[in-house]
């Protein structure tokens, strides 16, 4: 039966987490929308969201963990069997080689974060240290950049801007900013306002701009170069902002000077003309904002071009007014610090940092005695107000990385932390990606002994998928958790089944708005799957387990919550002064205390209760103009429970433009823009190598290309897709006659890391020597007559060998590859 009153929750398949209503019919989504009273999306979504049906019912669901037999199948076993089994097996792991042989991957991808911040709780227990997960095959170049120019993340006010640029980015699929296909249509059709795209393809928003710079693929960083250095040497620049706002800027003039720009115009693939007319539309432009992505991140020079985007709006001083680029709160990063600087002033420790402790450290001496009172076991606090400031702080060196690194953990922003195998920079905390399996598949004594997978699916979405899978099978032990049997559960030795993003409390950190930023817990519509349990309830049995915290203390602390917040925040606080070992599982200790006291709808969401008192003591100005006022941890406490209570988003931060400047982490607020490893790539651009492919492997091949029904992979079944169910292979008509080749006809694709048959789609889309396969696809789903794979895996064909010389990100988008004409699949090996 249908039920008429629709509920609110979220899409989960992009950064966006657009509201929608959803109207059930039993277990089935009946009818999805829009939903406007959220205060971010206000109604608007793409129409993948209208599909979610598909990610929530279907055959692909767990029911029962799964234990590896030595033949390779599973058989189902019970919950207690698996968990006491992996518990064991973690104690022994940890006694023989320590915590930090045992690797975490995941965070949840677009749509499930709170199973992750659960997961520190069992890091902090076992002392794991090594952390990943897919922000590390795309995002950490940016993260290390922004950290050096001013420590935070920045996006634009695309909707109020004169001048859109995009940098390998194609917003009409990959959306990524509030309401983006309508925001495109009027800048396409606003004389006033232009569009700049950068992208060897004519992608759907390259075809509406007044600047498509159709760059040869592996060519950005000669193209952005060439812009910036327009700039420059005609003198384009905000004078007044640069002198006004950044430090550096002399040392960047001078690398930009003397550069050829009619030669880089040459490597690049793009007219001289062209470059020297965008460069000075934007120069010209009252507002203009920056978008790069994947099609930039997972390519060539990928750190080098992060600067170069981002030099382009400084030096042109859009920052900081309505249509240009901003620095936003967060109510929780996704990944540990940005990184250090490049010997520029930072905030001293007596800033923020310090004022959080002092504020933490007054709230529990001044609630002691009252809270001796209320609670006899906890008469004791008094004695520990000579240490409260060491407890506090103990609290906020777990909290930080709770609410300041949630799905990277804390630490190693600068590349400072390298992997222990094999050296790579860690980024935000994360290890990168392509050194994942080389950290395994090794007798280093050092090297990752067991994998812990969390709502990812690593063995499909990393590069060379095959040593993926080799380097699980290698370990002493691999779990999974997920709501599928995926391409990596079928590599685990356990895997346990999750119940769906809409069977219990969820949420994503993706806030990233200005000046209003928008949290959204999001509730459960149904019950969870018989079988299944939420990722949080996997922790805590796992850690109850594990006996991390004593029965006393968890008494204590419920008792606390039973009584309110302001007791419970004391007690809280006083707890972890008295014994700071309890700030590793923070996360656990609010699952099991205030948790307990929540609905039971939410009890998942109590480790936002941190998350909450971190940010209202971080933006008191902003958090209190949202509505969460008062002193000590009054604020923290309101704003949780309007998070718990809140059917949509929360606005949790109120900014004006004249806030923006706070979060530039610098002393004196300025940007750092001479960064001297960048400026040293763009002083070697001249001599540069600018070509990867070779006669054997001609062609670049983009290796996960967004189209109007790719997504992740959550999707597992196909019949969502209403065309290009099998993901054809894009191609150039010139590629496709000099391989042979004519429209639907199959074809070998083969890279240096494997081969597949695919089936050529001849497009206009494409630039010579450039072909393309879409995301998403490769999945093994179970239909009637057996499992069957629809599309190509990309990452079959991808390798770890070719990445970022700085981030270690890996080249998706620019691996080199052939096409070999065949006569039918049939024929193909």
């Not at 509201?19 to 009273?37: M, N, P, Q, Y």
């Not at 692909?60 to 207690?80: A, C, M, N, V």
């Not at 060196?397 to 690194?405: I, R």
Request: charge should be neutral; include cysteine; proline fraction near 6%.
């Amino acid at each position: 039966m249908v039920e008429t009153q629709p509920k609110a929750t979220a899409c989960v398949l992009c950064e966006c987490n657009c509201g929608i209503t959803v109207e059930l019919d039993g277990r089935r989504f009946a009818k999805i929308r829009g939903d406007k009273s959220h205060p971010a999306s206000a109604g608007y979504t793409c129409e993948k969201a209208m599909r979610l049906d598909l990610y929530q019912n279907g055959p692909h669901r767990l029911t029962s963990p799964l234990k590896r037999q030595p033949d390779g199948t599973y058989r189902e076993i019970d919950w207690d069997t698996a968990l006491d089994e992996i518990t064991a097996r973690l104690v022994a792991l940890r006694a023989a080689h320590g915590g930090e042989s045992i690797f975490f991957y995941g965070g949840g991808g677009q749509g499930n974060h709170l199973g992750s911040a659960n997961a520190l709780a069992l890091r902090g227990a076992l002392g794991s240290v090594y952390h990943s997960n897919a922000l590390a095959q795309e995002k950490t170049g940016e993260i290390w950049v922004d950290g050096r120019l001013y420590g935070g993340h920045t996006k634009g006010d695309f909707e109020h801007a004169e001048v859109l640029v995009f940098v390998g980015k194609n917003p009409w699929q990959s959306h990524s900013f509030p309401r983006a296909r309508p925001v495109l249509k009027e800048v396409a059709a606003d004389p006033a306002r232009s569009m700049v795209v950068i992208d060897p393809r004519v992608s759907e928003t390259a075809a509406m701009a007044d600047f498509h710079l159709q760059v040869a693929p592996g060519r950005d960083a000669w193209l952005m170069a060439a812009l910036v250095a327009v700039i420059i040497q005609e003198d384009l620049v905000d004078a007044e902002f640069l002198t006004a706002h950044t430090a550096g800027y002399d040392e960047v003039r001078t690398a930009f000077r003397d550069i050829d720009i009619p030669a880089f115009a040459t490597i690049s693939g793009v007219d001289v003309d062209r470059i020297r007319a965008a460069a000075r539309r934007i120069a010209a432009a009252a507002s203009v904002c920056v978008y790069e992505d994947l099609g930039i991140q997972q390519a060539p020079n990928s750190t080098l071009v992060s600067y170069l985007n981002k030099l382009l709006w400084i030096v042109t001083g859009n920052f900081g007014r309505p249509g240009t680029m901003f620095l936003h709160s967060s109510f929780a990063l996704l990944a540990g610090g940005s990184g250090g600087g490049s010997g520029a002033p930072r905030r001293r420790s007596s800033g923020a940092a310090r004022l959080r402790k002092r504020v933490l450290a007054r709230t529990v001496t001044a609630a002691a005695a009252t809270v001796g009172a209320a609670l006899p076991a906890l008469a004791r606090v008094d004695a520990l107000r000579p240490g409260v400031e060491a407890g506090a702080s103990a609290l906020l060196d777990a909290v930080v990385p709770l609410a300041g690194g949630l799905l990277g953990g804390g630490g190693g922003g600068g590349g400072n932390r390298v992997t222990p195998v094999t050296g790579a920079k860690i980024i935000g905390g994360l290890v990168p990606c392509n050194s994942i399996a080389d950290e395994i598949l090794t007798d280093h004594p050092n090297r990752f002994r067991a994998l812990w997978i969390d709502s990812s699916n690593p063995a499909h979405s990393l590069p060379d998928s095959g040593r993926f899978r080799d380097a699980m099978r290698a370990t002493e032990l691999s779990v999974v958790i997920d709501v599928a049997f995926t391409e990596t559960a079928r590599q685990a030795d356990y895997v346990l089944p999750a119940a769906s993003q809409f069977e219990k409390p969820e949420a994503t950190f993706f806030n990233f708005e200005f000046p209003r930023n928008v949290f959204h817990l999001r509730k459960p519509l149904l019950e969870p799957l018989q079988g299944t349990l939420s990722e949080p309830e996997i922790y805590a049995r796992l850690l109850r387990r594990l006996r991390v915290v004593d029965d006393a203390t968890i008494t204590r602390l419920r008792r606390a919550a039973e009584t309110g917040r302001d007791t419970f925040g004391a007690t809280f606080l006083a707890t972890v002064a008295a014994d700071p070992g309890l700030a590793k599982v923070v996360p656990f200790l609010l699952y099991e205390t205030l948790g307990a006291t929540l609905d039971p709808a939410v009890r998942g969401a109590a480790v936002l209760w941190g998350v909450s008192q971190l940010c209202a003591l971080s933006n008191p100005k902003a958090v209190g103009r949202a509505g969460f006022t008062g002193r000590g941890l009054t604020p923290g406490n309101k704003l949780f429970d309007a998070i718990v209570a809140s059917p949509t988003g929360v606005v949790f931060t109120d900014d004006t433009w004249d806030d923006v400047w706070q979060y530039v982490k610098r002393a004196d607020r300025r940007f750092t823009l001479d960064v001297d490893t960048l400026l040293a790539e763009v002083r070697a651009l001249p001599t540069a190598r600018t070509q990867w492919t070779t006669p054997e492997f001609p062609l670049v091949l983009a290796a996960g290309e967004r189209r109007s029904f790719t997504a992740n992979t959550i999707f597992r079944n196909p019949d969502w897709r209403r065309r290009d169910r099998e993901g054809h292979l894009r191609v150039s008509a010139a590629d496709a006659a000099t391989a042979g080749l004519s429209d639907g006809d199959p074809a070998r694709l083969v890279t240096a890391t494997g081969a597949a048959t695919v089936t050529v789609e001849i497009s206009d889309m494409m630039r010579p020597g450039n072909i393309a396969l879409p995301n998403g696809h490769g999945l093994d789903f179970p239909h009637p007559d057996g499992t069957t794979t629809t599309g190509i895996a990309p990452n079959e064909l991808t390798s770890t060998t070719h990445k970022d010389a700085f981030a270690g990100t890996p080249w998706h988008k620019h691996v080199p590859a052939r096409l070999e004409r065949v006569q039918s699949a049939a024929n193909a090996p």
